[in-house]
């Protein structure tokens, strides 16, 4: 009797493996030379700054009427080699500023061709300080710059602990291909 099970148990299972063989031949077959891949190439996106370092050490307080003289002076060029438009954030990636300089009164100013854009250090995010926010480049286009830093002097604040600081950043760029979410002026 025990033989008896063992032999139809034996013949199901071989069964079972005859018809799961069958099937998996006489199945379609998908043959990968029929499959066609589908690319979409809406364009390439390329955008860099000329120079990004940016050094400042022992900034002294100048009056905010003095900057394009006796402030620190950086500059810089966006430059597109996309065949895109780009929507465009540029900020400080700061990598070492002494917590003095954290201040309403550490200033910085950009100049464009036709504009000019100020502020100031005191919202620091991790290490970042966004200074423009979208800025439109057109395909191939190239915009100059020149960033000014300077520790604005103030007659009614001790500005003592500011003295002897410095400053270490790299102007930063993030792109988008989103002309829509960029405000062109």
Same mark, same amino acid.
């Given at each position: +009797?025990?033989?008896?099970?063992?032999?139809? @148990?034996?013949? $199901?299972?071989?069964?079972?493996?005859?018809?799961?063989?069958?099937?998996?031949?006489?199945?379609?077959?998908?043959?990968?030379?029929?499959?066609? =891949?589908?690319?979409?190439?809406?364009?390439?996106?390329?955008?860099?700054?000329?120079? =990004?370092?940016?050094? %400042? =050490? !022992?900034?002294?307080?100048?009056?905010?009427?003095?900057?394009?003289?006796? %402030?620190?002076?950086?500059?810089?060029?966006?430059?597109? !080699?996309?065949?895109?438009?780009?929507?465009?954030?540029?900020?400080?990636?700061?990598?070492? $500023?002494?917590?003095?300089?954290?201040?309403?009164?550490?200033?910085? +100013?950009?100049?464009?061709?036709?504009?000019?854009?100020?502020?100031?250090?005191?919202?620091? !995010?991790?290490?970042?300080?966004?200074?423009? =926010?979208?800025?439109?480049?057109?395909?191939?286009?190239?915009?100059?710059?020149?960033?000014?830093?300077?520790?604005?002097? *103030?007659?009614?604040?001790? *500005? $003592?602990? +500011? @003295?002897?600081?410095?400053?270490? %950043?790299?102007?930063?760029?993030?792109?988008?291909?989103?002309?829509?979410?960029?405000?062109?002026?």
């Amino acid at each position: +009797m025990k033989e008896e099970k063992y032999l139809i @148990l034996l013949i $199901i299972l071989i069964s079972l493996t005859v018809i799961s063989v069958s099937f998996a031949y006489f199945s379609p077959n998908i043959i990968r030379e029929n499959i066609t =891949d589908t690319k979409v190439n809406s364009g390439k996106l390329k955008v860099d700054i000329s120079d =990004d370092k940016i050094t %400042a =050490d !022992n900034i002294a307080p100048i009056y905010d009427k003095d900057v394009t003289n006796l %402030a620190f002076k950086k500059d810089f060029s966006i430059i597109s !080699n996309s065949t895109l438009n780009s929507c465009n954030k540029l900020y400080l990636d700061i990598s070492n $500023i002494s917590e003095e300089l954290k201040s309403e009164y550490l200033k910085y +100013m950009i100049v464009s061709d036709d504009k000019t854009y100020e502020g100031n250090f005191k919202n620091i !995010n991790d290490n970042k300080l966004v200074l423009l =926010d979208n800025i439109f480049l057109g395909s191939n286009e190239v915009k100059n710059y020149k960033l000014y830093i300077w520790l604005s002097y *103030q007659d009614d604040i001790n *500005q $003592i602990d +500011m @003295l002897g600081t410095s400053l270490t %950043a790299k102007i930063s760029i993030e792109s988008f291909d989103e002309k829509n979410n960029c405000i062109v002026e």
